[in-house]
């Protein structure tokens, strides 16, 4: 499925909370002491490590340091949150005694009030105060980068989520592919069943590539089909059928049909199988299919049934989306605990990875994963006959 274009198809990591413009960062107030003897720099921040951490900000660092002209060091420390009405006396006195003890002479300052998403987000905050700056990480590999073959097998999939999109004839779909990473086959697949007609053309805007799309690709448009199902409500499959939902449910019956036998003999395994996804994910048997179908007799020939070698759900999964899902598709995803997920194009009206919502920083979710922007190029749907015309 590669090709020698692959270079082209760059893959762009998609925080969990959007980049903030540098003049745009938002920031807290701080009290603040310059420190006149240098030697004591360690016990006051011990002090103030006890009585006053900074606990929002882990990522701000509690000293700042300035070189004066001479080559002289100038040391300040950040002593407290300053007070809201930002009066002195409001500060606590624990605080008040470290300044009587060392003859601080207290100032406010301006620090980042959140940690940095990019390196320059980090140099315009320590313009203001220092801060750190660490890679977004969720533990699991491809955040900070991709080798040449992982690149390659990401285009790969992508590749194939686009041709299952572009399989409805004239009409294009959402398409989705879930994939088994230890394996590196494709172990679910499927495309929007929404609706069986062909509708209308909607524009949603040229970073999305093509300029129109079908109003048919479900997570662009999740609700356009209350407006439409008095007048054909009989073309309809099921308005809840987007792709990563059957793609969910193909891989679900995927397992009932590879692990028939499986059953929870009691609650205690059960547990066990919930609360060790990763145990069960280690178990699985690699594959040597290419497809589904192959995919499929592998397991069938090797699997016995047994709970242990059956997965949990799809963790450790990944799935390759043709347009960033809807917040339903995403939800479902974290429910499913995916490892990453990849698309294509945008979804400027709907989208829940990055264009309006960002559910993979959503810190109250019990699960996340990361996500990435496969960058296609932008007539790659033209390639096929489709009713996509491209910009």
Not at 69 to 93: M, T, Y
Not at 261 to 290: F, H, M, N, W
Not at 349 to 365: P, T, W
Request: net charge negative.
């Amino acid at each position: 499925m590669s090709s020698e274009n692959d270079d082209a198809w760059p893959i762009v990591h998609v925080p969990g909370r959007p980049p903030v413009p540098p003049e745009q960062q938002l920031t807290v107030n701080v009290v603040a002491a310059q420190i006149e003897q240098p030697k004591l720099t360690n016990t006051i921040i011990r002090r103030l490590s006890q009585i006053a951490p900074l606990e929002d900000l882990h990522h701000v660092k509690r000293v700042k340091k300035n070189c004066l002209e001479g080559g002289k060091i100038q040391l300040s420390v950040i002593l407290c949150l300053a007070p809201e009405n930002g009066d002195f006396d409001g500060i606590p006195c624990d605080v008040k005694d470290v300044i009587g003890s060392y003859q601080l002479s207290p100032f406010v300052a301006k620090v980042c009030k959140y940690a940095a998403l990019s390196k320059e987000e980090w140099v315009e905050q320590c313009k203001l105060w220092p801060t750190s700056y660490h890679q977004p990480t969720y533990n699991i590999s491809g955040i900070t980068g991709f080798s040449e073959e992982d690149s390659q097998s990401i285009v790969s999939f992508m590749k194939y989520a686009l041709e299952l999109s572009k399989s409805h004839g004239n009409v294009v779909v959402n398409a989705a592919a879930i994939v088994d990473p230890l394996s590196n086959q494709v172990i679910a697949k499927a495309c929007d069943e929404v609706c069986s007609w062909q509708t209308p053309k909607t524009e949603v805007g040229a970073e999305c590539g093509p300029q129109q799309v079908e109003t048919s690709i479900s997570c662009l448009h999740p609700r356009w089909w209350v407006d439409e199902q008095t007048h054909r409500i009989s073309s309809f499959w099921h308005p809840l059928r987007h792709a990563a939902i059957v793609a969910i449910e193909s891989s679900a019956a995927r397992d009932r049909r590879l692990f028939p036998d499986v059953r929870y003999r009691d609650e205690a395994t059960r547990e066990e199988c919930i609360l060790s996804p990763a145990k069960s994910q280690a178990k699985r048997q690699k594959t040597d299919g290419t497809d589904v179908d192959n995919d499929d007799k592998n397991y069938a020939s090797h699997g016995n049934g047994d709970l242990s070698s059956k997965p949990y759900l799809c963790t450790g999964n990944d799935i390759y989306l043709v347009w960033e899902p809807c917040t339903m598709c995403a939800m479902a995803l974290v429910h499913q605990r995916v490892r990453r997920v990849f698309y294509a194009f945008p979804n400027p009206s709907a989208g829940a990875l990055g264009s309006i919502h960002r559910l993979q920083g959503e810190k109250s979710l019990n699960h996340h994963y990361a996500v990435f922007r496969v960058l296609v190029p932008q007539d790659i749907l033209n390639k096929a006959k489709t009713s996509i015309t491209g910009s």
